[in-house]
């Protein structure tokens, strides 16, 4: 199970204050912009986010974690927040990122723009073959059953999804823009397409197979162009996979900041009966968020040799390992791409979770309900997968190499 630890320092946390003020965390007179405000449990909510607006532009509120994000312009504007006794604390917006290998970044844009070339000459995609990730975690073997991750919803949480590619548009049931909504959710990265089609590519003549290649796949973009994104777009994606009931989240992104928020809307959907898999890091150092919280289950990557990949993070968070060094999958438009990062390796966790899903539970019924739990997901997955290095889990490969054919037996 997710090893708990105590963290001796703790980023933007909430702190004690005197009533009459809030905890202005991160922020001076310099240094104003885009703030999360979060509301007291006392707050009434409707007058309190009014008084606010009279200070600062409003641009979301999330009822998730009772907090607004707001544009303040002046010293003057985050003083007037910070003395209403509404307020429990103000702190800066964090940044997350795709957690995919600096070194692959280049590489990546030019094959694309090759694929896509090849594409406008011709429209025939490439002959279907299993990526070796796929064939690694034993899912052919589980589809031979006829499990295939029908109707298992899952939330890609994101740069969006490829709205055109012919590998992943039948398996596309909906989604959302958290950052700008009019704009939809279409993929202008090429990441979320590539975590995409990990999970769910389609079975068919061409381009890739997913690990359970018949999973309804919902585009949560959060993340920009770039491949970053603002916490608070994070914590309304998680609220809008509550929202429609999806089962499963993939979240191959994160910060080294720890977040209060964000680590209670992780929550949040746990208890909602989501499954949250996200990516442990590629900075070969510590856990980052929201991987390092006890509700995720943290990933880390292995290449085909099953060594842990030099540039994966590490230590006691790590739950499970998963391939992630050069897997090829779908990408942006109507490409395909050769990634590396902890980014690859959570998908293939979330297509075994997903093959799981569709398995009896049996004896993992722990609370006598007659379906899958998140905490009787993650038991099984951990029970099941292939231990690796020292016996028994430990801070490089958790409790080892997801095994979707073991998950489901």
């Given at each position: 199970?997710?090893?708990?630890?105590?963290?001796?320092?703790?980023?933007?946390?909430?702190?004690l204050?005197?009533?009459?003020?809030?905890?202005?965390?991160?922020?001076?007179?310099?240094?104003?912009g885009?703030?999360?405000?979060?509301?007291?449990?006392?707050?009434?909510?409707?007058?309190?986010?009014?008084?606010?607006?009279?200070?600062?532009?409003?641009?979301?509120?999330?009822?998730?974690?009772?907090?607004?994000?707001?544009?303040?312009?002046?010293?003057?504007?985050?003083?007037?927040?910070?003395?209403?006794?509404?307020?429990?604390?103000?702190?800066?917006?964090?940044?997350?990122?795709?957690?995919?290998?600096?070194?692959?970044?280049?590489?990546?844009?030019?094959?694309?723009?090759?694929?896509?070339?090849?594409?406008?000459?011709?429209?025939?995609?490439?002959?279907?073959?299993?990526?070796?990730?796929?064939?690694?975690?034993?899912?052919?073997?589980?589809?031979?059953?006829g499990?295939?991750?029908d109707?298992?919803k899952?939330?890609?949480?994101?740069?969006?999804?490829?709205?055109?590619?012919?590998?992943?548009?039948?398996?596309?049931?909906?989604?959302?823009?958290?950052?700008?909504?009019?704009?939809?959710?279409?993929?202008?990265?090429?990441?979320?397409?590539?975590?995409?089609?990990?999970?769910?590519?389609?079975?068919?003549?061409?381009?890739?197979?997913?690990?359970?290649?018949?999973?309804?796949?919902?585009?949560?973009?959060?993340?920009?162009?770039?491949?970053?994104?603002?916490?608070?777009?994070?914590?309304?994606?998680?609220?809008?996979?509550?929202?429609?009931?999806?089962?499963?989240?993939?979240?191959?992104?994160?910060?080294?900041?720890?977040?209060?928020?964000?680590?209670?809307?992780?929550?949040?959907?746990?208890?909602?009966?989501?499954?949250?898999?996200?990516?442990?890091?590629?900075?070969?150092?510590?856990?980052?968020?929201?991987?390092?919280?006890p509700?995720?289950?943290?990933?880390?990557?292995?290449?085909?040799?099953?060594?842990?990949a030099?540039?994966?993070?590490?230590?006691?968070?790590?739950?499970?390992?998963?391939?992630?060094?050069?897997?090829?999958?779908?990408?942006?438009?109507?490409?395909?791409?050769?990634?590396?990062?902890?980014?690859?390796?959570?998908?293939h966790?979330?297509?075994?979770?997903?093959?799981?899903l569709?398995?009896?539970?049996?004896?993992?019924?722990?609370?006598?309900?007659?379906?899958?739990?998140?905490?009787?997901?993650?038991?099984?997955?951990?029970?099941t997968?292939?231990?690796?290095?020292?016996?028994?889990?430990?801070?490089?490969?958790?409790?080892?190499?997801?095994?979707?054919?073991?998950?489901?037996?």
């Open positions: 199970m997710k090893k708990y630890i105590i963290f001796s320092i703790f980023l933007l946390t909430f702190s204050v005197v009533p009459a003020f809030a905890a202005v965390q991160n922020s001076t007179p310099e240094n104003i885009r703030k999360v405000i979060v509301w007291r449990e006392s707050a009434d909510i409707t007058r309190a986010r009014a008084s606010a607006r009279s200070h600062a532009t409003e641009l979301k509120y999330l009822p998730l974690v009772r907090a607004s994000v707001v544009e303040v312009t002046s010293s003057a504007e985050l003083a007037a927040l910070s003395a209403s006794p509404d307020v429990a604390s103000i702190s800066d917006d964090p940044i997350a990122t795709i957690m995919l290998v600096d070194r692959d970044r280049e590489r990546v844009i030019h094959e694309s723009a090759r694929a896509s070339a090849r594409n406008r000459r011709n429209a025939t995609p490439p002959p279907q073959s299993i990526p070796w990730g796929i064939t690694d975690i034993n899912a052919p073997a589980v589809w031979s059953g499990n295939t991750g109707p298992i899952v939330g890609v949480i994101d740069t969006g999804i490829s709205s055109s590619h012919p590998d992943l548009i039948a398996n596309i049931k909906g989604g959302v823009n958290t950052i700008k909504p009019s704009r939809g959710w279409n993929d202008d990265n090429g990441h979320g397409s590539h975590v995409a089609g990990t999970i769910a590519a389609l079975n068919n003549t061409h381009g890739v197979v997913g690990g359970a290649p018949q999973a309804d796949l919902y585009a949560i973009k959060v993340l920009n162009s770039a491949g970053s994104g603002y916490y608070s777009d994070i914590i309304e994606g998680l609220q809008w996979a509550i929202n429609n009931n999806l089962q499963v989240v993939n979240m191959s992104l994160g910060g080294t900041t720890d977040y209060q928020p964000l680590h209670d809307a992780i929550t949040a959907a746990r208890n909602a009966g989501i499954l949250v898999v996200a990516a442990a890091g590629n900075s070969g150092g510590s856990v980052i968020y929201p991987a390092a919280y509700e995720a289950v943290a990933v880390s990557a292995l290449d085909s040799s099953h060594a842990l030099s540039w994966s993070s590490r230590g006691p968070e790590v739950d499970l390992s998963a391939p992630g060094v050069s897997v090829y999958s779908t990408y942006k438009g109507t490409g395909y791409a050769t990634l590396s990062g902890t980014s690859m390796a959570t998908p966790v979330v297509a075994s979770a997903v093959l799981l569709n398995s009896p539970i049996g004896s993992y019924d722990t609370n006598g309900n007659g379906h899958w739990d998140p905490s009787e997901e993650v038991q099984k997955l951990e029970d997968a292939t231990d690796l290095g020292a016996s028994g889990p430990d801070s490089l490969f958790g409790f080892g190499l997801v095994n979707a054919l073991a998950a489901v037996q």
